[in-house]
Structure formats: structure tokens, C-alpha cells
């Protein structure tokens, strides 16, 4: 298990991390969600010794971690790059061997790859001649060459068509059902929702809500409630303090609610006042989740509630 | 796995990468084939000119051949003889560039005869078979006098010739040798050394570097980067150094001094101090830029001590070997690359000078290693503009 503990991390007067707690198990997949700035890159970096935190510690199978735990993990920073005048096979061995293969070893993991992905007729193409998209799966290859106990990947989905999308997709749901923990930052948060079990959302160097997305979804206040009454204008439902209307045109009402509303009661309003044509309840999207949780001022999102 | 295997990884990957590149190898083979130009073409030159070709027309008179060649042989000159059976003979040939002049004397020397050229006179041909045909002439006539031809040789006898301060054995050979040392460490310190900062500041500018550091520490990844670019330098060096041995023995010009492989172990030696010295240091200066016009701009203050070194052996070293700038200079460890395998060609240091001068350089080199790595990792991450070399240290701080 990863275990990022109470990080901080100052550039001068900019505070990049501000006592960061989360962890992340292995097999599982956590989005790292945060704005441009909230601390997510120096976070990575941390983890890889590029950054030396000021205070706190990241921990893997609960020792502190060195160099030589972290040649167990792979990375995929957000800037990416190879080296662009190296063979794709030789690029994928050299990385291979840094992080503790053998030479033959290597090797063969690295055309492993090349063929999984579809470039094994490239191995001796020089990076730079590759195209865009076929050097964003080399930059893959070579963070997994190794068979990495923890996998770290930076914006993996930016700059992707939806063609490397799936291959990305696709790549990190298969590591983590090897039992490989996933940690990757994201700002698509649809593709999130899609791919992820966990989340950790980080604001302003601080992690704001973290946990399986099914739990922070049930333990937010917010509720959706669609409803159609056909044959009426909706002012049925009065005015609430607990609902608030999102959208209205005719019968048809979007509606933001309490949890806690009763429902029974809004069902039996809405019966009243006409043919009753759809009712939705639903827990907010994870967009909103995030929207509500990187809010200023800083809200504590869990604990917010009584 | 080790910070040994790390380093090593780096470094072979430098010399596969760079040593197999079209550059090195055209650059390697184009300046070989210069070098041994350099000794076999003025060799060549010098051969041409060494027998000039006289022409002489028969009957001529006795002992001309042997005139002629003895007279050139006093005015370091080489002369081959070719006679013709008759005037007409000997005009053809001239005509034909088969012999530079052509000498026709009456064979009892009754008049000096003439002595033709092509198309204009040689003034040392022609004061080489003039005073021949003189000094004939004169034999004959004393000797008809009765005049006794030993005393008469003895008469003719040259001075003897002597130099009062000459030149010691080889000093030309070593004087020689301790230029084109300094000029092969300079050459190959400035290449090589540039070489490692391009490489720094592209792997900065591809990005790379970060996944490099993800598993390399800063000190691994620089000490690798500089022990690879450097054995790709000594190979250039061998071979240049073997080149140069080579065709020097094969044309005989150049007589080699004793000094000569003592002088070749220095400059392998100071080749790869000064190399690493100064590659160490364009290495951070390359980590501190972001763009290749920074490095440029920030690598200047290296260049001029390297500059100034270069000047300090070319001008103060070589000129008094012993004096106290050379004494001094021997000491400081930026410019001992230089001045130490110079004075040793020139065989005015001890061996004392040399171990320490070694000793202060290779410590100066770790100094260079601990504050280089560190200010390497501060500053490797850093993608925007040149970063100040105090800000790279402090951001690397515990």
C-alpha cells in the first residue's frame, strides 16, 4: 500500500502541499483529482524522490521509500519524454534495465510490449520517427516495462485520441486486476468516473475528499430529482427549503434536493397534481462531487454534516 | 540493484548512442586522414624536391659527376647525374622536364662551357655546377703547372663548421610535442566537455529527464553521462595519438625523442583529469539552463578559464618550463591539464609536481561531483529560464 503522510512541500512563498494524507491500495485504481495547481504533479513528485518534501513521508508496505523501493514502481510524468534519437527496443530495454532487469530481460519485456501495443515492427525506429500517438504508447511501455508494484501516471489521458484512450484504458484496468496499485491525475472527470474505484481530490496542497467514489456519492448531501407531471406548470411543488430547482419548462423539473427530503411525500404531491411521467432520484455525478469538495473557502466535506 | 550498475547504464548508453552517430565516426575519420596528411604530405613535398635532375652531355670531362655531386653536397642539395651521348640528346630531355639543367663542357675544359635551362635560370644550380666546372678548371691548370694535387687538394679543403650553442638532441621533437599536447587536451576538453552539457540541457529540453530521475539519482545520472562522453573521447584521442605515431615513423622525418611515450601516458592521463574537471562543471552550468543559448551564455566563465589555462601553457610554460608561473599554474587544478603533461614533454617537471598536481586535481573533481550533483538535482526539474546556481543548491536542500 502507498501512503502519502502529511506532505508539505513550499516553493518559495508558494505552497505546493500543505500536509497531504491519502493512500492507495494495490489493485485498485484512484483518480487524483485537484485544479491546475492544487499540488497533484509535486505530490508525484515526491513519491519519486524529483521533489524533497518539507515535512511528512510516503510510505510503501509501510517503510519509508528509498531508491531502491521506488525502481518497483513506474512513471509517466505529465511532461512527457523519451530520448528522441534512440530505437524504440533499445529505449524500452535501457529503462527496463535501470529499473533492475537484466539485459535479456529487459529485452524481451520490451518487445513484450512493443507487441502489445502494435509497434513491434518499430523496434528499431528511432522515437522521433514515430507519430504523436505511437510515441504516447512508447512513453506507456516504458513506464511498465518492469512490471511496476505501483503504477503512477500523470495526465495519462491528455492529449490522447480515443483510440489511446482505450489502449490506456484498457492497460490500467488490466494492471490493477494483476494486482498493481494505480494512481493517475485526471482532469477528464467523466473518464474518471469510468475507469476509477477510488478517488483523492486536492485543493490548495490539501486532499479535500478521498475514498471509493460509490461512498463519497452516498455520503454527500446532494440528490437529483427528475420529474415530469405532464399537464401541469410545477407549481405544484411549492417552495422547499430542501429542493431547489435546476431546470423547469413545463411539466418537466430538474431538481436539486436534500437527501434527506421525503420522498414519499414529493411522489404523492406530484401524483396530485397530474399524470406523472418520470421520477428519477439519483446521487450527484462525481463532477460535482469535485466541484463541491474544491470549493473556496476550503469545506470539510465529510465532516461537514452533522 | 547498485548506484554502480546505475552509473554504468548511463554511461554505455552515451557511448553506444553517440559513438555509433554518423558525427563521431566522420568526425574521428575525417580528422585521422588530416593528421596523417599533415606528416605524409610534406614528406612527400620534400621528396619530390630532394634530387634535382642535371643533364651532361658526353664527352665531358673527367670527374664532373663527381664535381658536381660533391659541390651540391656542401650546399645541402641532392643531385642525380644523367649523361646523353650528344648535345642534341641532352636538349631533347631538357625540353622534356626529364632533367632540370643540362651541362655541356669540352672534355679537355678548354672554355667553361654553357649550361642550359628551360625557361629561366636556377641560381643554385647554377652555383653548383659553375663553381664544379671552376674548380676543374683550376685543377687542370695548376696541375699542368706541376703543381702537387695533394697539396692542392688540401688547399681546397672547406673549414670545419661547428655551432656554438647547439640545439640539445629531440629539443625541436619536444618542443613540438608539447604544443600539439596542449592543443590536443584543449581540443578534446572543449569537444567533449561541450559535449556533456548539449546532453544535459537536451535531456532537460526533451523532458526525459524526469523519468530518468524517477529511477537515477542526479549525481548517478551526471558522473554516468560524463565517464561515457569521456571514454568516447580518449577513443578519439588513441586513435588521433596512434595516427600521428604511425605516420610519423612511416616518413622518417621526425625523429622521435625519448620522451615521446612518457609524454603520451601524461597526456592520456591530463586528457581525462582536465576533461572531467571541466565536463563536471559545463554539466551542472548545462542543468541550470533550460535552452541551448542559456547553457551557452552560462558556460562562458568555463570556456575562459579553459581559454586562459590554454594561453598560460602556450605562452608562459613553453617558453621558461620552470619558472614560477609554470610552478604556480602546475598547482591550480583548472589549468594543470595543461601546463603538467607540457612541462613533461618538455622534461622540466619532477615526479613530486605531478602527484601532486594530480592529487589537488582529483580532489578538486569530487568537490566538483558532491556540489555538481546536488545543485544538478535542484536545478534538473526546473524547465523555465536559467536558474541561479545558489537557487538550484538551496532547492536541493535537506
Known sequence: ?306 | MSRARSIWLVARREVFERGRSRGFIFSVLFTTVIIIASFIIPALIIGDQAATRIGVVEPAPDGIETAITATAELLDQEVEIVTYPDREAGATALADEQVEALVVVPGNLSNAGELLFREEADPTIQGIVSSAIAGLRVNAVLGEAGVDPTALAGAQAPPTVRAIEPPEEGAEAQFLIANITAVLILVGVFSFGFTVLTGVVEEKQSRVVEVVLSTVLPRDLLMGKVLGIGVLGLVQLGVFVIAGLIAASLTQEFQLPPTTSGAAVQLVLWFSLGYTLYSTALGVLGALASRMEEASNASTPVTMVAMASYFVAIFAVLSDPSGVVAVIATFVPFSAPMVVPMRAALGAITPVEIAVSVAITVATIWVLFVVGGRVYSGAALQTAGRMRLRDAWRSAGE
Open chain 1, 1 to 306: 500500500m502507498l501512503e502519502i503522510i502529511d506532505l508539505a512541500k513550499r516553493y518559495g512563498n508558494v505552497v505546493a502541499l500543505d500536509g497531504a494524507t491519502f493512500t492507495a491500495r494495490p489493485g485498485r485504481i484512484v483518480g487524483f483529482l485537484g485544479p491546475n495547481g492544487a499540488g497533484k504533479t509535486t505530490t508525484m513528485r515526491c513519491i519519486f524522490g524529483l521533489a524533497r518534501p518539507d515535512h511528512g513521508e510516503v510510505r510503501w508496505a509501510g517503510r519509508p521509500v528509498d531508491r531502491v523501493t521506488r525502481l518497483r514502481f513506474g512513471y509517466m510524468p505529465e511532461q512527457r519524454g523519451l530520448y528522441p534519437r534512440m530505437r524504440v527496443g533499445e529505449q524500452l530495454s535501457y529503462f527496463g534495465q535501470q529499473h533492475g532487469l537484466s539485459g535479456k530481460a529487459a529485452d524481451a519485456a520490451g518487445r513484450g510490449w512493443l507487441e502489445r501495443l502494435g509497434l513491434a515492427d518499430r523496434e528499431k525506429s528511432k522515437l522521433e520517427e514515430l507519430s504523436h500517438g505511437n510515441q504516447q504508447r512508447i512513453q506507456l511501455a516504458t513506464a511498465l516495462v518492469h512490471e511496476p508494484e505501483l503504477l503512477v501516471l500523470d495526465e495519462p489521458f491528455s492529449g490522447l485520441d480515443p483510440l489511446g484512450t482505450a489502449t490506456m484504458t484498457e492497460v490500467v484496468r488490466e494492471r490493477a486486476a494483476a494486482g498493481v496499485g494505480v494512481l493517475f491525475s485526471s482532469h477528464q472527470l467523466d473518464l474518471v468516473e469510468d475507469v476509477c474505484e477510488d478517488v483523492v481530490i486536492i485543493a490548495r496542497g490539501r486532499i479535500v475528499a478521498s475514498g471509493p467514489i460509490d461512498e463519497l456519492k452516498a455520503a454527500s448531501g446532494r440528490r437529483h430529482l427528475d420529474i415530469e407531471v405532464a399537464g401541469t406548470d410545477g407549481a405544484w411543488i411549492g417552495s422547499r427549503p430542501d429542493v431547489q430547482v435546476l431546470e423547469h419548462s413545463g411539466g418537466r423539473m430538474k431538481l436539486l434536493v436534500d437527501d434527506r427530503v421525503p420522498l414519499d411525500e414529493l411522489l404523492t404531491a406530484a401524483r396530485t397534481a397530474g399524470e406523472l411521467r418520470q421520477f428519477s432520484y439519483q446521487p450527484p455525478r462525481l463532477s460535482e462531487l469535485f466541484m463541491e469538495a474544491v470549493a473556496e473557502p476550503a469545506p470539510e466535506p465529510e465532516e461537514a454534516r452533522p
